[in-house]
């Protein structure tokens, strides 16, 4: 059982509503989650209703039948966008609807699906959501990320426990890594990190680096060049009317976008890549002049080549982070097979979209001005962790001079 369990939920559901949505009086947000999550985001809703919500959107998901239906209906569905669903984001978007996502799905629930009917029902879902995830990339509107065990998610999480005894073990981890005690101050300490965060932000700002240069012993050896008009970005962004939100709890990240031309060398994966419903293990990616040229995985390669090969800016880089080793997350020593915690335990990067407030106006650009500032384009958008306790990044500035950015895993400052 975990202590407190009530006071810290609670808690935790305040964190997401107030810092994480920092929904604002008379806003709709929409609260998608899966059917096994729905205390939190019974809590959720109720927060956002006793801060003023106007109203909210409930989208509810079910792993098991999702997982059906990937398995038996027919194919025809998967080239198939329902209006209404359209007409639902259409709305959210016109409405500025503030977005949290609780998740907690089996890391391994499509195993053993068609990678292609996967990735056919991607392509077929971007085109029409695409205006809603541009916005939501730009910091349009405010948006978070969230996390609630399930069973299947914490017995891979904790193998040698079984139901309860391994959803209480992953709360408790959840709740250590989002700063939560169950003293009702979360809110307070989350503030004070952000602030934390964007001070280093400011300081690689500062340096304003050409490129980034990755060593490690597993055999990493790439080379970033960033955008010249690049921004290093963590702990929260803000909407154009000046609303302050923060898109995942926890984070620990601070990021930017590579150039989508400017990558060269190999990257070794530090983690298992949970992607699509399915595990990739032991992998690195070859690059040359910003595209993958080369791919190769221990587990799960033809899933992670299906990803690369979804659309032609999936092939390039659209994100850079870097996650000291020494962090909360780390620190737990979990692997949680989920993005939202593993990626803040390590430095990672991501194929597929770069975020257009990465370079500084973006997100006022339109895609080909995007693009000639040195963002990638694409709907998709992967993270995979590259950060290991002896990882090197030297940054080199637009007048030649190395800085250490990392040490051993580390900040060098």
Same mark, same amino acid.
């Given at each position: 059982m975990v202590a407190n369990f009530e006071e810290k939920l609670d808690e935790y559901a305040h964190l997401l509503v107030e810092v994480g949505m920092n929904l604002q009086p008379g806003q709709t947000p929409r609260i998608s989650a899966p059917?096994?999550?729905?205390?939190?985001?019974?809590?959720?809703?109720? /927060? /956002?209703?006793?801060?003023?919500?106007?109203?909210?959107?409930?989208d509810w998901s079910d792993d098991f039948v999702t997982r059906q239906r990937y398995l038996k209906a027919d194919?025809?569905?998967?080239?198939?966008?329902?209006?209404? =669903?359209?007409?639902?984001? !259409?709305w959210l978007l016109d409405h500025g609807s503030p977005a949290l996502s609780i998740i907690g799905s089996d890391p391994e629930m499509l195993k053993g699906v068609d990678p292609a009917r996967i990735q056919a029902w991607q392509r077929t879902s971007a085109q029409p959501t695409k205006p809603y995830f541009d916005a939501m990339s730009a910091s349009r509107f405010q948006w978070t990320i969230g996390a609630h065990p399930t069973r299947a998610w914490a017995e891979k999480v904790f193998p040698d426990m079984k139901g309860d005894e391994a959803i209480d073990a992953l709360w408790d981890a959840i709740f250590s890594v989002c700063r939560i005690t169950g003293d009702g101050k979360g809110v307070e300490r989350w503030r004070v990190h952000v602030e934390d965060t964007a001070r280093r932000s400011k300081v690689l700002n500062d340096y304003h680096f050409k490129s980034l240069h990755y060593t490690n012993s597993l055999g990493t050896d790439l080379?970033?060049?960033?955008?010249?008009?690049?921004?290093?970005?963590?702990?929260?962004?803000?909407?154009?009317?000046?609303?302050?939100?923060?898109?995942n709890i926890p984070t620990e990240e601070i990021f930017t976008a590579?150039?989508? !031309?400017?990558?060269?060398?190999?990257?070794?994966?530090?983690?298992?890549?949970?992607?699509?419903?399915?595990?990739?293990?032991?992998?690195?990616? !070859?690059? =040359?002049?910003?595209?993958?040229?080369?791919?190769? /995985?221990?587990?799960?390669?033809?899933?992670?080549?299906?990803?690369?090969?979804? !659309?032609?800016?999936?092939s390039y880089l659209g994100e850079v982070a870097l996650v000291p080793y020494d962090s909360p997350i780390r620190n737990t020593g979990n692997l949680f097979y989920n993005t939202l915690f593993d990626e803040n335990a390590s430095c990672h990067l991501a194929f597929g979209s770069a975020y257009p407030t990465c370079v500084q106006g973006g997100e006022d650009m339109d895609e080909a001005a995007q693009k000639a500032a040195g963002l990638n384009q694409s709907?998709?958008?992967?993270d995979f962790m590259v950060g290991t306790a002896d990882l090197s990044i030297v940054g080199t500035t637009h007048e030649g001079k190395k800085v250490p950015v990392f040490v051993e895993g580390n900040f060098a400052f």
């Open positions: 059917v096994e999550c729905a205390p939190l985001a019974r809590l959720c809703a109720a /927060a /956002a209703l006793d801060r003023g919500a106007r109203d909210v959107v409930l194919g025809t569905v998967f080239s198939e966008f329902p209006d209404y =669903q359209k007409a639902k984001f !259409d080379t970033l060049t960033l955008p010249e008009r690049h921004v290093w970005m963590g702990g929260s962004e803000k909407t154009p009317s000046g609303v302050e939100f923060v898109a590579p150039r989508w !031309d400017g990558v060269d060398g190999r990257v070794y994966a530090a983690l298992p890549l949970a992607l699509d419903g399915n595990l990739v293990r032991d992998f690195y990616l !070859d690059f =040359q002049n910003g595209k993958i040229v080369n791919v190769h /995985a221990e587990e799960g390669e033809d899933v992670l080549k299906h990803s690369i090969a979804m !659309d032609e800016g999936s709907s998709n958008h992967v």
